[in-house]
């Protein structure tokens, strides 16, 4: 493999390995199940008892702790939200750290500043255990069909342990470096994008319905036109539903372009297009929408303006 090729995934052998996954969220439970798909004895920990019993009756085992489901384990898979909760599952209370067998992989898919997964990473691989810096994208609907992109960099030895697991979750492999920390830069990139691109594509469907223009028609039409993006034919539909239901929230993206922007002005870089977007996602959470899918900054925009989406009361 080369540090900046993409390598489609191997289709699983059978095996015996031993996985954990932390996190059975949306994306996690679909990981998890993956994995299981991939002939892997896989436990599954969760904050909520529920998602743990979820997996539990679908052949799975079920932990109460990180510590407890890393026992023994040759992969742990954390699938939690940023760089605070990845540490909490390393080294806090009932950590990974203190189960987890030398040699073993961490496989961390939480976005998150690179020089956080840096640092996490140092302290990891100084216990003996190696640390695989491996944020997702994709949708929980790829993670439930093992067909995530997976952007990773971290060792040869990390990438040689984690490959049967990489396998079963993923159609593309982008090994992006030999050290942990490139591949969350490669995912912030991503995050900068699709924050913009839905944002546009919020502020395009609100001023659409302002101008009177019947949406279903313009969504046809945008996505057979140049100004037609991934994030626009994905989200907008939510829109045309009037559904928001979060299958990723507004906050995820408070949070990513937060990053962003944090890394921008210590860079000294100017991203005022992406800081432009983040106010739009923070005013939409500041409305109490934060737990809603990221379509709801349409929602805003037709709040402010007074204009009539699907969906909305008469």
């Avoid at 040699?103 to 690179?114: E, H, K, L, Q, R």
């Avoid at 990891?124 to 994709?138: K, N, Q, V």
């Avoid at 952007?151 to 049967?164: I, M, T």
């Amino acid at each position: 493999m080369t540090n900046s090729g993409e390598t489609p995934a191997q289709s699983p052998p059978a095996t015996t390995s031993r996985a954990a996954v932390v996190g059975l969220g949306s994306m996690g439970m679909g990981m998890a199940l993956s994995l299981l798909r991939g002939g892997m004895d896989v436990t599954g920990c969760d904050a909520g008892a529920p998602a743990v019993e979820r997996f539990v009756a679908q052949g799975g085992r079920g932990a109460l702790s990180p510590a407890e489901a890393a026992r023994g384990a040759d992969h742990v898979v954390s699938v939690v939200v940023n760089a605070a909760q990845t540490e909490a599952i390393l080294f806090g209370p009932g950590g990974v750290a203190q189960t987890l067998p030398e040699g073993a992989v961490f496989i961390s898919c939480a976005t998150m500043d690179p020089e956080a997964a840096r640092g996490l990473a140092q302290r990891l691989e100084a216990t003996g255990r190696h640390y695989l810096d491996a944020p997702i994208s994709g949708g929980a609907q790829r993670a439930a069909e093992g067909a995530l992109t997976i952007l990773a960099s971290g060792s040869a030895a990390a990438f040689a342990r984690a490959r049967p697991a990489l396998d079963a979750m993923a159609a593309k492999l982008y090994v992006l470096g030999d050290a942990p920390g490139h591949g969350a830069a490669f995912k912030m990139i991503n995050q900068l994008l699709a924050g913009v691109h839905i944002a546009a594509a919020c502020e395009a469907m609100a001023f659409a319905a302002r101008q009177g223009l019947d949406l279903a028609k313009v969504y046809e039409v945008i996505t057979a036109s140049a100004g037609n993006s991934w994030m626009f034919e994905n989200r907008m539909p939510h829109v045309l539903d009037g559904d928001y239901a979060p299958r990723s929230a507004v906050d995820i993206f408070v949070k990513d372009l937060g990053i962003i922007q944090d890394m921008a002005r210590s860079a000294r870089f100017p991203v005022p297009v992406s800081a432009a977007a983040l106010q739009m996602f923070l005013m939409a959470s500041a409305a109490g929408m934060g737990r809603d899918d990221d379509a709801s900054v349409a929602r805003l925009y037709a709040r402010i303006t007074g204009t009539k989406l699907p969906g909305d009361a008469p």
